[in-house]
């Protein structure tokens, strides 16, 4: 199963709880937690994990050091600052919101960090109806982590995201082989839709209508395009993992539609764009 609508994936105290051995596959993970005040207390165990906060703020407690995150009230107001976990630690989450784990199996011990959503890198990529933000907060080259790899991306109701498509299965120069989370929000309660399709590494076919909270898995097979719906705009947290020892998020497009790229030369960037007023 590769879409996870709202509530499919819930565990223990976590509105969303991808492991793993959930997923049938082998790195990426992902948690969802909804804050109310009470301290949540988890351990990491083999899984790298950072604490994002997607709307509100929370103090984390982690290997004797305290995290104040100052968050933000909704992921279209701009990058939040986050606290990196390490594998083998019991960490302690307290105050009020909706808090991200993206994480992945790892082997090497970091230690934990803290970085300020002033040092988060906004990208703005495509153009005209294919214009999207991308906050690269755990992108190789930004954020070391051991496996780990996680961006936000953000689209302007009606725009396209994703696209054009592309895959990361199979281990070929330029290309990286990736389990990827699609973790979605939709502004105005809406909604949005992802496709995911076969490769040559595997048969999937996936036409999803998601909405805030909604997930889709992607172990393999071409991904994109993410559609807005007009009207509204579309948010989804990447979470990334492969088995190389390099991070690395090297793509290949589907040739059928690569030529879209091409076709962004002299076209304007989307004036929505960046979400947050900051690029």
Aim: proline fraction near 9%; charged fraction near 20%.
């Amino acid at each position: 199963m590769t879409y996870l609508p709202y509530g499919k994936a819930a565990g223990g105290p976590w509105s969303v709880e991808i492991t793993p051995s959930l997923a049938g596959w082998t790195y990426s993970g992902l948690r969802v937690a909804d804050l109310t005040g009470a301290p949540l207390e988890f351990d990491t165990g083999e899984e790298e994990m950072i604490v994002l906060p997607l709307a509100g703020s929370c103090t984390v407690e982690v290997a004797g050091e305290t995290f104040v995150l100052a968050g933000r009230g909704s992921v279209f107001e701009g990058p939040s600052d986050f606290a990196y976990l390490p594998i083998g630690v019991r960490a302690t989450l307290s105050g009020s919101g909706r808090i991200a784990l993206p994480s992945a199996r790892a082997t090497r011990a970091l230690p934990p960090r803290h970085v300020p959503a002033s040092r988060v890198p906004v990208e703005i990529r495509g153009a005209g109806q294919a214009s999207r933000q991308v906050n690269n907060f755990c992108a190789p080259g930004v954020f070391d982590c051991d496996k780990l790899m996680a961006v936000e991306v953000l689209t302007p109701g009606g725009n396209w995201s994703s696209y054009p498509p592309h895959k990361h299965d199979t281990p070929n120069p330029g290309e990286a082989v990736l389990e990827e989370v699609y973790y979605f929000e939709v502004a105005g309660d809406g909604l949005g839709y992802q496709r995911v399709y076969s490769s040559e590494r595997g048969q999937v076919d996936t036409l999803a209508e998601v909405s805030s909270g909604d997930v889709v898995l992607v172990p393999y097979g071409y991904h994109g395009p993410s559609m807005a719906a007009p009207g509204y705009d579309l948010y989804y947290l990447n979470v990334l993992a492969g088995p190389a020892e390099e991070r690395s998020m090297a793509f290949c497009d589907d040739p059928r539609h690569a030529w879209i790229r091409s076709s962004w030369s002299g076209q304007d960037i989307d004036p929505r764009l960046p979400f947050g007023g900051r690029a």
